[in-house]
């Protein structure tokens, strides 16, 4: 009855999203390889083998055309998108499946489904694409009944504005199937996470998800206008509006409120006329440092570039191909209207003042062609790394590999960096030993400081992951908490980063937060646990 | 013992920001020949001759040295900056002054103060500038007893991060000694607000205020890095962070709460290098539309210009001395790194192809030399008459005028606009008669739609101000909700926009809102009223 089948438990996506044997099993020999150690991927079980708890719920007649408790619809909505619920998975491990799922197709199908939840008692799990890295999507234990709302049958588009240049979008629509409707009329949301291609804008609305733009506007809540979210008290719908004099935003305490409040069924989002002229350039630096001060220089400018991204030496080898320990700093212009070569022969000024490393043939200009610049080069080979996140090619096989992001101001870096690679560094020592690695990268940068995203990987004992990432994990956001950083920039909070981040907010919002959750919500359905300690 | 006395209890700032009775006099005279009726200027009253109810308070020993009952300050303080206050102050109507007026020094004063009030159930208004428009500085006719908390003997810049380019500052510092403090430092804030020499830190972020700049960064929350506010809870303090990807913001939560939610003690806010590179351009519209067009068109590429502003016809000509019923549209753009010569041009073409009318030699470049390239021409003239507001020159000589404002997408535009022009000019026509104007200018604008603010104005009998004003407002309200704008684009909410702004937001937002000022003010001590219904 539903388009659940198509959905994958054990990755990113759906069925025809899966890792193949021969791309697992090209992992598994490149693991063998790096470590000496003879790894071979685990069996994915067939969904009948999967041993499951039976639902504890009767789905009432009347919504039998949209809620089920079939096995396969319960066991692909039990896990978010992180590495370890994907291992969880494909071991077969499904201890906390919701009860039901219910796909509804309208608004009064999905006023049904929430009814009928908070009539019963009935923990809500809102659910868009199924991503989420920060476990925002798993039933609690102490959950009696549990029903997963998943919107991917709300999935259009209802209204496209050309002039003001915004749409009103459904829920449960994905990346690409937005973009391909809004390129029909030369329009883009242009806003990719890296979770784009298996992800939908009430995800993105609700996780306050980190796009496209690594300076300026760079969370979705700079192209929300509006947003309609049916709660357990009813509908709560935000007026479209370019801006607003009023005081706590009604939007901004929607945004990221990660299933808590409500269930967002559609909003309006700014949109902006398709890039045509565009430019990209790949700087080089010796030092790390010298690099994140050309960062600093060229976003102080305000010239806003699409991309600034930089990548310590680590990264840039292993993502871009860049040899001999030199840092990459990727440029980006880009404009429907404007040629852009005067903006980035300015940044690439800044750039060499600091010690950047360029040649002028290396600047890649499109005036007007519409055609991208940044598919070549270094620069090329970074973004065909980042786009091709698949989650589930490297399960199993002992590789743990994990990101944690933050947020510092400028006056505390380098010496933030420094501490968190000494701290997580030692952790990683410890727990994983000499293979380990620790790199670094600028996901967004702002004028008053940067967004430093940090990978870590190596081989442990399969079987101990789970022990060996908490223990880095909460290294991590130890250091990053006593050196003045916030543990999340972009993944939101989850359950994962609930309580180092009420250590790094104020005391009371939490309360406040609280508070705000009990006018909506009051019988507590929506996601608990989610956000903040309930 | 204070600085009160210097305070102006009919104007906007201190006793020597008083118009004199020269200038009272030459106005009093532009509106006898205006409109055939002679006024005078009526006396300004004496403090001594002024009766005020006596204080319901005694104000404890131990708060004596920073809290008192005096007269003067109780005076000073009963109101806020808008016109229909001011004209009570002047007709020595006092009738709900606070009991007694507290002049922190210290965080530790703050907190005794505070504490005072909250257990002797004690309203507390807090104060920063006084320049109000929106009615938020009024002691409610139902509190038994109210103290009005002043920040400005913490005045204070405490900290100065030149790197990442932000400084930490008391709240009731006021605008021209902060900017002369960063002067020293090549440092600027650049947020200059109409009521900039008379308003301070602490009341733009408590009232999220609009600023100088008419494109992408609008409003103080784009500045905010952190607060610190003492709520009748204990102290509220936010990490300072360039981003984060947390849910709903604990900064945004407090900003625009318009002293309902506590006492704003100090923030850190984002700055910038003072401009040395500037660009200007006044552009000629026959038409209104095919300006308000190219508005449109010129932010939709994201140029990002500093100023953006179109004026109307009527506009352009009392402001800015255009002739021939021609719109005005300013462009600016300013760096203190990057010659903007080639965003003027860009801006300026896009302008001329919309039927923008300008020499090339009007375009005004000024590469380097650090000074303005505004302060000529039709630019200057506008320039001059926005920054000289003088809230007390045309008091009780009968001339009503006062600005609404609204923001609304660019669909709706120019509908909106004749939609405003017919219902509150009928009403113009109702309550004042033939002479009475209404104009428009854009002092912000978005990707999305402009922000409008009108102007209305008209000789009204002496005595009718309030009933007259209440009916012309009520209209504008009624007009802008009904046609789906918003009633408060940088004015605030206070107690005027309240009813207006509760028919404009999510129902159930007011219950929230009051759920977190519950949270933190459990008493209610503070502000009662304002932003929200209690």
Redesign the interface.
Known sequence: MTNAERRSFWTWGHVSDEPTDEVRLAAAKAASKRTGIEVLPPPIPSIDSISLRPSRLTVPTSLRDFVTDAKTDRITHTYGGHSLELLRAIRGQFDEPPDAVAYPESEDQLEKALEWCVTNKITVIPYGGGTSVVWGLNVPRDSEYAVTIDLERMNQILDI?E????ANFQAGIYGPDLEAKLKTKGLTLRHYPQSFPWSTVGGWVAT?S?GHYAT?H??IDDFV?SIRML?P??W???????????????D??V????GTLGIISSCWL?L??RPTYRASAGVLFRDWYDGTEAV?AIV?????PANLRILDPVEAQSAAGVTGSKALLIIGFE????PQR?FIE?AVA?ARDHGGMIDDQAIVVDDGSGSATGRGGSVGAWRNAFIGVNAGTHLGLGVLSDTF?T?????RWPNFDETIRTRVGAQLKETIGQGATLSCRFT?V??????PYYTFSGQVPIGEEHAIWHAIKTAANDAIVDA???V??????GRM?RNA?ER??????G???R??K???DPGGNLNPGV?VNP
Not at 163 to 166: E, G, L, N
Not at 255 to 258: A, F, N, R, Y
Not at 488 to 493: G, L, N, P, S, W
């Open positions: 504005d002039v003001s240049r915004a306050r980190g300026n760079t969370h206008e709660s008290t009813g709560y719908e935000s007026r479209r509006l370019p801006g607003s004099g009023a005081g706590p935003s009604p901004r305490m945004i990221g409120s990660e700014r902006q006329k600093r102080q400018t305000k010239l806003h404009s429907a209207d404007i005067y300015q800044i992001e947020a510092i101001t400028w006056d967004h702002y004028p008053d400081g940067p967004a003045g950083g916030t999340t920039h972009h993944h939101a909070v980063h981040w790094q907010r104020p005391e009371r919002f309360d406040m937060l508070a705000v009990r006018t909506l956000l």
